[in-house]
C-alpha cells in the first residue's frame, strides 16, 4: 500500500512562472518530508527537507509547504527554469529515520 | 569526490542465476540502502544497513540478500528466488540516526538488471 502518493504523473510549466508539484501522505508518523530531483540514467539528487514542526522551508527558488492536518505537502518552483526539467519525487520518514517512503514521481518540463 | 559507486550500470542474468550488484561509497557513510523503481512506482527499500554487520530487511526483501562487511561496501545479491527481477536499483547512504541528525540520503546512478 502506497504511503506516499504523487497523483500527478506529469506537468508542464513555462518558464518563469511556478511549477507546484504535490505529495499527500497517509501515515501520520511521518515526521520528516523531503524532495528529491532526478535526471534520466542518474541517481536522485537531494533537493529539500521539512520537519514537522516547521510548516514551510525556503532555499532560494525552492519552497517546501507543509500542513500536516491535511497530510499534504507540495514543492514550489519559482521561477521555473529548463534546467529544472526533472523528475521529483518527494520521501517521507517517521521520527527514527530508519525507512524513508518514496512516492511514483512527478515528471516536470519547463518550456522555453 | 566523494560518491557512491554502483556497478555494473546493466546488467543482465539467465533465468535461475544469482547476480551480485556492487555498491561502494566514499563518503564515511554508516548508513546503506537498497532501492528498487519500476516504470510508474516509487522507490521501494529492499534492505538497509545502520552499521557494519548489522542490516535489517526493508518491504521487498523477499528473493533478496546483502552483506556489510565493510563500511564502504553494501553488495546486493538478487537471488533465484526472486520472481520478477528486472528493475532499476538504486543504493543510497546517508549518516544514520534519527531525523534530528540524520542527513539526506545521497543516492548512487543506478544498475538496471534485465533477465534474458
Known amino acids: 500500500d502506497q504511503q506516499v502518493k504523487q497523483n500527478s504523473p506529469s506537468l508542464s510549466v513555462q518558464e518563469g512562472r511556478i511549477s507546484i508539484l504535490n505529495c499527500d501522505y497517509t501515515?501520520?508518523?511521518?515526521?520528516?518530508f523531503l524532495w528529491y530531483k532526478k535526471y534520466p540514467a542518474e541517481g536522485p539528487t537531494f533537493l529539500i527537507s521539512?520537519?514537522?514542526?516547521?510548516d514551510k522551508n525556503e532555499d532560494g527558488r525552492f519552497t517546501v509547504f507543509l500542513n500536516k492536518s491535511a497530510k499534504h505537502l507540495s514543492l514550489h518552483i519559482v521561477p521555473s527554469q529548463p534546467g529544472d526539467s526533472a523528475v521529483y519525487f518527494c520521501?517521507?520518514?517517521?521520527?527514527?529515520?530508519?525507512?524513508?517512503?518514496f512516492g511514483t514521481g512527478t515528471s516536470l518540463t519547463v518550456i522555453p | 569526490d566523494g560518491g557512491i559507486t554502483q556497478s555494473p550500470k546493466y546488467l543482465f542474468r539467465k533465468e535461475g542465476q544469482n547476480v551480485t550488484l556492487s555498491c561502494e561509497q566514499n563518503?564515511?557513510?554508516?548508513?546503506m540502502y537498497w532501492y528498487r523503481q519500476d516504470p510508474g512506482q516509487g522507490l521501494r527499500l529492499i534492505y538497509y544497513?545502520?552499521?557494519?554487520?548489522?542490516?535489517q530487511k526493508g518491504d521487498i526483501a523477499e528473493g533478496y540478500s546483502v552483506s556489510r562487511e565493510k563500511k564502504e561496501s553494501f553488495p546486493l545479491t538478487v537471488t533465484s528466488a526472486q520472481k520478477n527481477p528486472t528493475a532499476f536499483y538504486l543504493c543510497?547512504?546517508?549518516?544514520?540516526?534519527?531525523?534530528?541528525?540524520?542527513?539526506?540520503?545521497?543516492f548512487g546512478d543506478g544498475t538496471r538488471l534485465s533477465i534474458l
Open positions: 543510497a547512504s546517508s549518516t544514520g540516526g534519527d531525523i534530528y541528525s540524520n542527513q539526506p540520503q545521497h
Open positions: 501515515n501520520s508518523m511521518f515526521d520528516y
Open positions: 521539512i520537519s514537522s514542526i516547521k
Open positions: 520521501a517521507a520518514s517517521d521520527a527514527t529515520g530508519n525507512q524513508f517512503y
Open positions: 563518503l564515511n557513510h554508516d548508513a
Open positions: 544497513s545502520q552499521i557494519v554487520n548489522d542490516f
